[in-house]
């Protein structure tokens, strides 16, 4: 016997009364084995007024179309209803083996998992109260592997600021390999990349702005900002999949010649460049096209037209929710 009723359900983000919900699924009296294989899954079976799956594949379709609320309904055995919502859901397609890319914020009437839910990013974990620049644990939505340390920023135009790169000095190399760069490494308080996996992870739960502050060899301060940043998993290489406008001090929109790009390293060439293997040339890992009109993880980070000497002695790469409440 089943221990709840649960009706999942999802509906559009922004006019959320009088409209009619979605259903994807539906637990009611057991009456369909929901032990399936994949193609079951992916075809989805059941019966639409009893105990059902959509199909992952409709339901890709649908959540990537425009943003989707998630709400799911849960009846106990002894009568006592609750729901909860995500903001934002949104299931990747068969290629990606249908990775639940976002589920956006919780709310709901289940006050302990509310209350329990670990920050997701830095800026979280500034509304949570913290002011002090430093490293703090998180666990992004749809991340399925634990919570990890990050180095969050909460100096800078108003923090909290998830810093997912550092270069200064060169005590750490970035010339390394595909693994290292999707789990990451260094040192949080010095240089460090986060990791791509993770990376992909934070920018598809939600959207977020990019800023990056550079110190060129002539002591020259620049940054640089973007109001859209998205990467995609694996699977799609790590493609810088959304690069929004470009303001900033660094006035050289150097990263809108790598828009699109994959990932590569030096044991993975996913440039456009038929004659050089940019990642090997280079000596980093970035996201070439043909070869590169910037690349802040090479020996000598670089920035095309750079006011001065173009050598960046200092960068730091970070993001931070578009949506966020200004934090007096």
């Keep these: 016997m089943f221990p709840f009723l649960i009706q999942f359900a999802f ?3 922004i006019v959320l009364d009088n409209v009619p919900v979605q259903i994807i699924q539906r637990r009611v009296d057991g009456s369909i084995n929901f032990t399936r294989d994949w193609t079951d899954y992916n075809d989805g079976f059941g019966f639409l007024n009893a105990d059902f799956w959509i199909g992952n594949e409709k339901l890709a379709y649908l959540t990537n179309q425009k943003q989707y609320e998630l709400m799911i309904n849960f009846e106990t055995e002894t009568g006592d209803s609750y729901h909860v919502t995500y ?11 249908y990775t639940l890319i976002s589920v956006g914020e919780f709310t709901g009437m289940l006050d302990n998992l509310a209350t329990s839910r670990p ?15 430093g490293d703090y644990t998180i666990n992004p939505n749809g991340w399925f592997d634990g919570p990890f340390t990050i180095n969050c920023n909460m100096d800078i135009d108003g923090g909290g600021w998830t810093v997912f790169q550092r270069k200064s000095g060169g005590s750490q190399p970035f010339n390394l390999n595909w693994v290292s760069y999707k789990g990451g490494f260094g040192t949080l308080t010095g240089e460090f990349w986060m990791g791509n996996d993770k990376l992909a992870f934070l920018t598809n739960q939600k959207e977020y702005e990019l800023r990056i502050d550079m110190t060129n060899a002539d002591g020259d301060e620049r940054y640089v900002h973007h109001d859209f940043f998205r990467i995609a998993d694996e699977s799609n290489h790590y493609r810088m999949l959304g690069l929004g406008n470009h303001s900033g001090t660094a006035v050289f929109d150097a990263l809108r010649y790598h ?7 030096f044991d993975r060439d996913n440039d456009l460049n038929p004659a050089t293997h940019c990642a090997l040339a280079a000596n980093s890992g970035w996201w070439y096209y043909a070869c590169n009109f910037c690349d802040l993880n090479r020996p000598t980070p670089y920035w095309n037209n750079y006011p001065g000497s173009d050598a960046i002695t200092y960068s730091e790469m970070k993001i931070r929710p578009l949506d966020r409440a200004i934090i007096s």
């Design 119 to 133: 920050p997701i990013d830095c800026y979280d974990i500034q509304l949570e109260g913290s002011t002090t620049s």
């Design 259 to 265: 828009h699109y790009m994959g990932f590569s390293t």
């Design 11 to 13: 509906l559009c983000l």
């Design 87 to 97: 903001n934002k859901l949104r299931i990747g397609d068969a290629f990606s083996e």
